[in-house]
DNA sequence: CACGAACAATACCCGTACGGTATCGCCGCC
DNA sequence: GGCGGCGATACCGTACGGGTATTGTTCGTG
């Protein structure tokens, strides 16, 4: 069977693409790397790579090897992760959200399971725009919120929770801040207003007009200033002053807030604090 | 990281609890496989297994790494053979289900899929009970209609294709064959006709009274001989022969069929035979 | 209580293969 | 045509994976 060292190996040979550059990453010479490939290409019986002295690409059988080879490392780095957390028996749960998505949901369903008999300590991490399912997925969090259909449940066994409209929010004062409901067409509409560029997996922005951000407290003080404006879960607005104003979207696709976990690491506390979300 | 070969190890030795066994099965001598299971524990620092000169038992460490690294080789497996299917560039898809079930739909969608232009070949495997499931999670399948909530979804992304009623099939001529509707209760009461015991996934069978079955035909053939009853789905009416009757049970759990497929391997010939099966 | 069986750990040895250095061969490009 | 960049090949040392023999410990058992 494919050792997982290979299966790194490739992954930083087929992510640059150059043997130098990889091998550099992996702090190794070349040589040695390029007989790696060349094993595994032979253990496997599939050319994985196109090489001329210019140019390495993937050929199509490389490209299934690299989306399922990072599946596999993440689940090995998951296996590393929940083992020594096991054996570390401060018996907690980590819990990952984003930032000031569902806090209401949130606090109500950490005191509901707080008042379970034999709940262990919930460790929240709060992190960014997709980071809860990357946390997830490697390990190092037992069970997340995410909200449809902005994340990926793909993989993860899930319970809904909740689900809501979403709303437009906007400067106060601004002259559509007293309208009744708005639709996305005249939401993107808005170009004295445009909607903000979130990060991507990699870090990377998409283009566009809108200004980069990345946390709520920045979307906030952008929208303050009248540089953008926002469409967002109608809870989320306990998070924003008296100085904006929201306006409802009825056709902008509903949020769904789940929890999540990963399927096969159902520990009793995860199974546990589900049950409690699932009875708010 | 950890690589494969020690995952494959500890398998072994946690599924045996027994290291001369263990290292039977893995073709190998018992001494470097204790070494390598003590190495695996001093790279992750932790203690994975106790031994007694009497016995080894898993340490609550174990036990997850256990579930883990089942779920890592999976993967690896998967891996391996996509990327083999991918570079043996036979274009196809392979569809696993259950024997039996689901047969009318499954044509259905195999006609409508044959009428997409840029359909590829699909070749199914009709497999038993649970087992389209870890065809899949092994790669050996790229996508299976599966059945709630009989199999676990767990760890697939899927889309809901039909949802029916569940009947109780009895030998022709049985006093309660001309009943309207009949419920699980009274169904378990017949201790005459009791419902049969499926293999589970490792191949063993629970105790009960029912006699043992493996597929479809063994079961339509005791209800004939009036030796067993069976709850199934509605639609596999269309496999009883004239000397079977059927009775709705509407307490019974409904049962859905799915098509599912693993999320991160979504290639466009699966992606094609999904969209087909849900505007079916 | 002593002996033996069972079993994991240790000691020791050998071969493979992994990684490093040096070099080659091939291909674009000034 | 020579030079530079890059992957492949050649060759070498060592570390580690695997094998055999043995020890040590702990139960049963006579």
């Known amino acids: 069977m494919v050792e997982t060292r290979e299966l790194r190996y490739f992954v930083a040979v087929a992510e640059e693409l150059h043997f130098g550059r990889a091998a550099q990453r992996l702090a190794m010479a070349q040589p040695p790397l390029s007989r790696a490939i060349q094993q595994l290409e032979r253990r496997l019986g599939v050319v994985l790579l196109h090489r001329t002295a210019r140019a390495v690409t993937l050929t199509e059988a490389g490209s ?4 399922e080879a990072r599946v596999v490392l993440e689940a090995v780095e998951a296996a590393e992760r929940r083992t020594r957390r096991a054996a570390a028996d401060r018996p907690g749960v980590v819990l990952a959200t984003k930032a000031g998505a569902s806090s209401e949901l949130l606090s109500k369903l950490l005191d509901a399971y707080a008042a379970d008999p034999c709940a262990v300590a919930v460790e929240v991490v709060l992190c960014g725009p997709g980071e809860p399912e990357s946390l997830l997925r490697n390990g190092r969090a037992d069970v997340a919120l995410l909200h449809r259909p902005y994340d990926s449940t793909a993989g993860f066994d899930t319970e809904d929770l909740h689900t809501e409209q979403q709303v437009v929010v906007l400067p106060a004062g601004h002259p559509l801040a007293n309208r009744p409901h708005m639709s996305m067409a005249e939401v993107n509409a808005l170009t004295d ?6 990060p991507r997996r990699d870090g990377s922005y998409p283009d566009g007009p809108g200004p980069q951000v990345r946390d709520y407290t ?11 404006c926002a469409v967002m879960p109608e809870s989320l607005r306990a998070q924003l002053r008296d100085d904006h104003a929201i306006v ?6 509903a949020v769904t807030t789940v929890i999540a976990w990963p399927p096969h690491s159902r520990s009793k506390a995860v199974a546990d604090l589900v049950r409690t979300a699932t009875r708010l």
Chains 1, 2 share one sequence.
């Open 64 to 67: 299934v090897l690299l989306r």
């Open 193 to 198: 207003l445009p909607l903000p560029r979130w």
């Open 218 to 228: 920045q979307l906030t003080q952008l929208i303050t200033l009248g540089r953008a």
């Open 248 to 253: 409802p979207v009825p056709d902008a696709p």
